[in-house]
């Protein structure tokens, strides 16, 4: 499988810590680069952002339109939404990029891997299942793929690494249910899950942002504070 071609942020001075990021569905590594500066970091965090491009794929709910995607969707029901293989082969392609980060020198425990709709899926699935622990998982108004298989699979690599779970109260594409029952599925395995709920629909609001920021130098900085 050849790597996922991706945006690359890099910092100022040497990389100290990495960040990959998954767009959602219909968008692509670009959608999500500029927030980057948004975070406002500290000049000296070292933190190199790679932004991924899902592939293009027939998307059936879209009546089979071609469109970067991390894996088909043929119902909106979400019990049954997530096209299983689809989402397993997308984990396997960004486990790739995962290990090529640490092939070239950068800890798994110095890596944030975060998604956002679709690309939270993906992020939560490796979570779960990676043999090696990250530094910290960020799933944004996301919801769980193939839940009822996740404590026959999961690894113990992960179950300390804090995951910020941020959704919003108003999302109309994925209910903010779907997130929360993603949290409790992972807080009941014994996963370090935090939740965070945003007045905002399917997007990502200014203070969750922050939050993000935040959460990305408590993980990658080693700035210290009380939550998660």
């Not at 043929?74 to 290990?99: C, I, Y």
């Not at 009941?188 to 609001?205: A, I, K, P, Q």
Request: proline share 5%.
């Amino acid at each position: 499988m050849a790597l996922l071609s991706f945006v690359d942020v890099k910092p100022q001075g040497a990389v100290k810590a990495a960040v990959i990021w998954l767009h959602g569905l219909g968008d692509s590594g670009h959608g999500f680069a500029p927030i980057v500066p948004e975070l406002r970091l500290p000049a000296d965090a070292g933190i190199r952002f790679l932004f991924p491009h899902a592939p293009e794929r027939p998307v059936t709910v879209n009546g089979g339109m071609r469109m970067r995607a991390w894996y088909d969707i043929k119902t909106m029901d979400l019990s049954n939404r997530a096209d299983e293989a689809g989402v397993r082969e997308s984990a396997t392609a960004v486990q790739q990029l995962l290990d090529k980060l640490i092939a070239d020198g950068i800890p798994s425990e110095k890596i944030v891997l975060a998604g956002f709709s679709q690309g939270g899926v993906v992020a939560l699935h490796l979570l779960a299942r990676l043999p090696y622990r990250l530094a910290g998982v960020m799933a944004l108004s996301t919801y769980l793929c193939a839940a009822e298989k996740l404590s026959a699979e999961a690894t113990t690599s992960n179950k300390a690494t804090p995951v910020f779970i941020g959704h919003g109260t108003q999302d109309p594409v994925v209910p903010v249910a779907a997130g929360q029952q993603a949290f409790h599925a992972l807080k009941n395995l014994g996963f370090t899950v935090s939740w965070h709920d945003y007045r905002m629909e399917h997007s990502v609001c200014a203070q969750e942002v922050a939050d993000i920021s935040s959460f990305l130098q408590r993980r990658l900085m080693l700035v210290k504070d009380n939550a998660l």
